[in-house]
């Protein structure tokens, strides 16, 4: 099956400081990203749809200058978290598709623990 | 709006007897799919299941079975003969893009534990 790799898998960063997380898609053409953000025993949020060479949509509530994303090839969206806080830990999760039909399934990296100190 | 409910915060099995995972759907799209998701521990999300909302006969992939009521709007998760391995978080998710340029909305989630 496809398969999505994202780095790094854990980071621990201080207080103010950037965090870029990446993710790419090895073995197909990602024409769209999906960026989440999951808190211990909770679900998957949404929080940003990004698609190659356009700029992300951000879903209701999440800070567009807080969360960078970057869709710069069919292969590869970042996400960078700027001037971190500790209340931006959390597990950040990216999925990719390469098609937009309801009946494709998403692949999805391994998730980035993020801990800010 | 779309909406995903997983009414079970958690579950919990027999080794080798069958559970259900329940959800329930809202979606004013005629056109949408409806996945189940596994996360074990390790946080990654590992696909068990698809169902379209036009199929009429309801998925399975080996021990996993969705039992798929369009009218009702429910998508339950039926695993079968559980193993050990089966303990994990399970995620019903749906996907629909006229209304929602195709992102995958998911419910609450549902921890399963399987006791020896």
């Known amino acids: 099956g496809a398969v999505v790799s994202q780095h790094p898998s854990w980071v621990i960063c201080k207080s103010g400081t950037s965090v870029k997380i990446e993710c790419r898609s090895l073995?197909?053409?990602?024409?769209?990203m999906f960026w989440y953000r999951q808190f211990p025993k909770q679900s998957l949020m949404l929080m940003a749809t990004?698609?190659?060479?356009?700029?992300?949509?951000?879903e209701q509530g999440v800070e567009k200058d807080k969360f960078l994303i970057n869709h710069a090839s069919l292969t590869l969206s970042t996400l960078t978290v700027t001037s971190a806080h500790p209340e931006d830990s959390s597990f950040y999760i990216c999925s990719a598709t390469s098609e937009g039909g309801f009946n494709e399934k998403l692949f999805f990296g391994s998730g980035t623990q993020l801990s800010v100190l | 709006a779309q909406k995903i409910t997983q009414t079970q915060p958690g579950m919990f099995v027999q080794e080798k007897e069958a559970v259900t995972l329940d959800c329930t759907y809202d979606t004013s799209d005629q056109s949408y799919g409806l996945f189940w998701y596994k996360q074990p521990s390790s946080g990654e999300m590992i696909f068990l299941i698809y169902q379209g909302s036009y199929d009429e006969q309801n998925a399975t992939e080996g021990r996993y079975s969705l039992n798929f009521q369009k009218a009702r709007k429910s998508a339950n998760l039926v695993i079968s003969a559980s193993q050990l391995g089966d303990s994990a978080m399970y995620f019903c998710?749906?996907?629909?893009?006229?209304?929602?340029?195709?992102?995958?909305?998911f419910g609450q989630g549902t921890t399963l534990q399987v006791k020896p």
């Open positions: 073995d197909f053409q990602a024409t769209t």
């Open positions: 990004s698609n190659e060479g356009s700029k992300a949509t951000y």
């Open positions: 998710a749906m996907r629909a893009v006229r209304h929602n340029t195709g992102k995958l909305i």
